[in-house]
């Protein structure tokens, strides 16, 4: 078995923002993502996935390192201060890296 190393990014944002951070993943050479509603707590408050206009987000994608860290800096500097959101990586490895 032959694996890949790859970072996954994952954002957690307001649902509103979904669209926006699609874009940013889409210049940033972003293949694909997986989005979905998410619910949750901490320094916002609570967060619930039943009303969109007021739910979370996480998408998640797998990028080539090279990749993952320029689109962490443009989400920071693009969107934190105006948004709750939180943006993270980690190491994973694929199987088939030409889908990324």
Same mark, same amino acid.
């Given at each position: 078995?032959?694996?890949?190393? &790859?970072?996954?990014? %994952? @954002?957690?944002?307001?649902? @509103? *923002?979904?669209?926006?951070?699609?874009?940013? *993943?889409?210049?940033? $050479?972003?293949?694909?993502?997986?989005?979905?509603?998410?619910? #949750? $707590? #901490?320094?916002? #408050?609570?967060?619930?996935? /039943?009303?969109?206009? %007021?739910?979370?987000?996480?998408? +998640?994608?797998? *990028?080539?390192?090279?990749?993952?860290?320029? =689109?962490l800096q443009? =989400?920071?500097? +693009? =969107?934190?201060?105006?948004?709750? &959101?939180?943006?993270?990586?980690? /190491?994973?490895?694929?199987?088939?890296?030409?889908?990324?």
């Amino acid at each position: 078995m032959n694996l890949h190393p &790859m970072k996954r990014v %994952t @954002i957690i944002c307001e649902s @509103i *923002l979904e669209e926006r951070v699609l874009e940013l *993943l889409h210049e940033a $050479g972003a293949h694909g993502h997986t989005a979905f509603a998410v619910r #949750g $707590g #901490g320094n916002q #408050g609570e967060r619930y996935a /039943d009303i969109a206009e %007021t739910a979370n987000v996480q998408i +998640e994608v797998i *990028l080539k390192p090279s990749v993952a860290e320029p =689109l962490l800096q443009r =989400l920071q500097s +693009e =969107l934190f201060a105006d948004y709750a &959101m939180v943006a993270y990586e980690s /190491d994973v490895r694929v199987l088939r890296p030409d889908k990324f």
